[in-house]
C-alpha cells in the first residue's frame, strides 16, 4: 500500500515567518515529488517539484528532500496572508504511468 | 489554451441516477487522470489512461467507469450513483513526466 502522510494541521504562523511543512511517503521507489497549493474551493496548483536530495529554491518556496530518510518538506519564507491555504504533497507512483499519490493537505494559516 | 475544461461545474444526482462528467484539455497531453476530493481529505486517483483506447484503475475505481476515444477527452460515468459518490472531481492532464494540470472540478452531491 503505497501511501503519503502529512499533518492535517491547521499551521499558523505570523505574517513574515517561516512556515514549514512536512510529508513522508512508504514507497522507496518514489523518483518524484511535488508540492501542490490549493485554495479553498479551488484546483490544485503546482508549486513546486523536486528530484533529487537535497535543497531546490524557487522565489519564497524551497523544497527539501531526504530520500534515506523517506520525507520531504516545504519551505515558505517571508510568508504572507494570501499563502494561507492547504498545500498538498504528492509522490509518483513509481511507474511509467505517471500517478500521483496524495496526501491529505496541511491547512496553513498565515495571521496578519 | 482553455487548458482542462470540466462540465459540469456542479450537480445533484438523486440515489441511483446515471451521469457522465465530461472532461477535455487542448495541451495535446497524453497522461490524463480523474481524482476525487471528499471534504478536508487527498485526492483519490479513481481512474486513469496513458493514451487514446487505453485506461486503467486507480486506487477507487468501483462505481465508475471512463472511455478514451481521442486524445482531447476522458469522461467519466457514474452508474447508479451513491451518497457516497458525494464528492469535487477533478480532472488532470500531464505530457509525461512534465508538470500536471488540473481542471476546474465538478462538485457533485447525491440525494
Known amino acids: 500500500q503505497k501511501e503519503v502522510e502529512q499533518n492535517s494541521g491547521p499551521l499558523s504562523v505570523p505574517e513574515g515567518a517561516i512556515a514549514s511543512l512536512n510529508c513522508t511517503y512508504s514507497d522507496r521507489g518514489s523518483q518524484s515529488f511535488f508540492w501542490y497549493r490549493q485554495y479553498s474551493g479551488k484546483s490544485p496548483e503546482l508549486i513546486m517539484s523536486i528530484y533529487s536530495n537535497g535543497d531546490k529554491e524557487d522565489g519564497r518556496f524551497t523544497a527539501q528532500l531526504n530520500k534515506a530518510s523517506q520525507y520531504v518538506s516545504l519551505l515558505i519564507r517571508d510568508s504572507q496572508p494570501s499563502d494561507s491555504a492547504t498545500y498538498l504533497c504528492a509522490v509518483n507512483w513509481g511507474d511509467s504511468s505517471y500517478k500521483l499519490i496524495f496526501g491529505s493537505g496541511t491547512r496553513l494559516l498565515v495571521r496578519p | 489554451n482553455a487548458g482542462v475544461t470540466q462540465t459540469p461545474k456542479f450537480r445533484i444526482l438523486k440515489i441511483g441516477q446515471s451521469m457522465t462528467l465530461q472532461c477535455a484539455q487542448d495541451m495535446n497531453h497524453n497522461y490524463m487522470y480523474w481524482y476525487r476530493q471528499d471534504p478536508g481529505m487527498g485526492l483519490k486517483l479513481i481512474y486513469y489512461?496513458?493514451?487514446?483506447?487505453?485506461?486503467d484503475k486507480g486506487e477507487v475505481p468501483n462505481g465508475y467507469n471512463v472511455s478514451r476515444s481521442t486524445t482531447e477527452d476522458f469522461p467519466l460515468r457514474l452508474e447508479l450513483a451513491a451518497p457516497s459518490q458525494t464528492s469535487v472531481y477533478f480532472c488532470a492532464s500531464r505530457k509525461g513526466a512534465d508538470t500536471q494540470y488540473f481542471g476546474p472540478g465538478t462538485r457533485l452531491t447525491v440525494l
Open positions: 489512461s496513458v493514451g487514446a483506447g487505453i485506461t
